[in-house]
């Protein structure tokens, strides 16, 4: 446990009002994969142009915020997930989340955060991001703050690249960096089977090899299809398994090549489509039904090809308090 009280961040003026709820929180947030990611080239501030399409997923991780003496962050695994690498000082987006809040509200940062972990960690399904916007509502509930929709989604922006979709849930397409934010038009609910893969891939690491792979050659402006976007208004999982793409991937597997023997296992249990989810190394199959799904699960699992197999559905909504304890 870490804890710390953050003298610094005491305001010089009064801080308006509020009435701290001594009640714990609890808020849940999804998983998300990207359906389509298209990545430009590299910018002059380290990041990369995107158009992607996000789709939150039904495997949340819960911040559970209680008034607390300084910061304090603690973690609890759920079934085959590995916390050992999620960090319980300032460095974990949870409590960046949280001082950021503080900051900016005049708040002392007094508060615990116990994260129940339900998404695989450094898995590419933005399970940091979940837990970033997971704390920023807690504490804005647990505080008293009352933040609007939009000065939320400014917050989340500052912490991470995916952290304002976690906050927005459902399916969207992002530009920018990821951060600029459209609800995309889609129906229907979707089937998904997740291989999780022993030990996580760093993000950063999977961008600068995605660039050495690429080897300067000129881009086109990263753009989604017309089939991505015409399978999801008509909510057609056949058409989408078709349109799913990401530009890390090549990338991904050259970091993990193991990961070729995954989507071989879901690909001869027919799964509609498949690719690596985000940066990965997490692999989603999209499945034609629940039953679908759960026959591609059992053969990754007889497989032996990755850790842990998870099934989720989608489009889900994003960060929600779930209540007071
Ligand atoms: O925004 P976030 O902190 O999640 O990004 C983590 C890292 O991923 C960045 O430091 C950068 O190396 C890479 N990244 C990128 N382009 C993006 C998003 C992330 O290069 N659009």
Not at 221 to 233: F, G, Q, Y
Not at 247 to 273: K, N
Request: proline residues 6%; aromatic residues 4%.
């Amino acid at each position: 446990m870490w804890s710390s009280s953050h003298a610094w961040l005491k305001p010089t003026t009064n801080p308006p009002l509020r009435v701290t709820c001594m009640s714990p929180v609890s808020v849940v947030a999804p998983a998300k994969l990207n359906l389509s990611l298209a990545v430009g080239g590299p910018r002059p501030d380290g990041y990369h142009d995107l158009a992607t399409v996000y789709h939150a997923v039904s495997l949340f991780d819960e911040i559970i915020a209680t008034p607390g003496k300084g910061l304090q962050i603690t973690v609890e695994a759920s079934s085959g997930i590995d916390v050992d690498s999620v960090p319980l000082d300032e460095t974990n987006l949870a409590a960046q989340a949280a001082l950021l809040l503080a900051e900016q509200t005049g708040q002392d940062p007094d508060v615990s955060l116990h994260i129940r972990k339900g998404i695989p960690v450094a898995g590419g399904l933005a399970g940091g991001s979940a837990d970033a916007a997971a704390a920023l509502l807690a504490c804005d509930a647990l505080w008293g703050v009352g933040l609007g929709r939009s000065e939320l989604l400014t917050l989340a922006a500052q912490l991470g690249s995916d952290v304002p979709f976690s906050v927005m849930g459902g399916t969207a397409l992002g530009v920018g960096r990821g951060e600029h934010l459209t609800p995309a038009l889609a129906r229907g609910r979707f089937e998904w089977v997740f291989a999780v893969a022993e030990g996580g891939l760093s993000t950063p690491q999977v961008y600068a090899e995605c660039d050495r792979l690429r080897d300067g050659r000129v881009l086109p402006e990263p753009h989604v299809s017309d089939a991505m976007m015409s399978a999801l208004r008509s909510g057609d999982a056949v058409a989408l398994g078709q349109a799913l793409q990401n530009d890390l991937q090549p990338a991904a597997c050259s970091l993990r090549p193991a990961l070729l023997l995954t989507m071989e296992v879901g690909d001869d249990a027919e799964a509609l489509g498949s690719l690596v989810s985000g940066s990965g190394p997490t692999v989603a199959f999209l499945a034609r039904d629940a039953e679908h799904a759960l026959d591609i699960a059992v053969s990754l699992s007889a497989s032996g090809t990755c850790k842990a197999v998870k099934r989720a559905h989608g489009a889900v909504a994003g960060a929600r308090v779930a209540g007071e304890r």
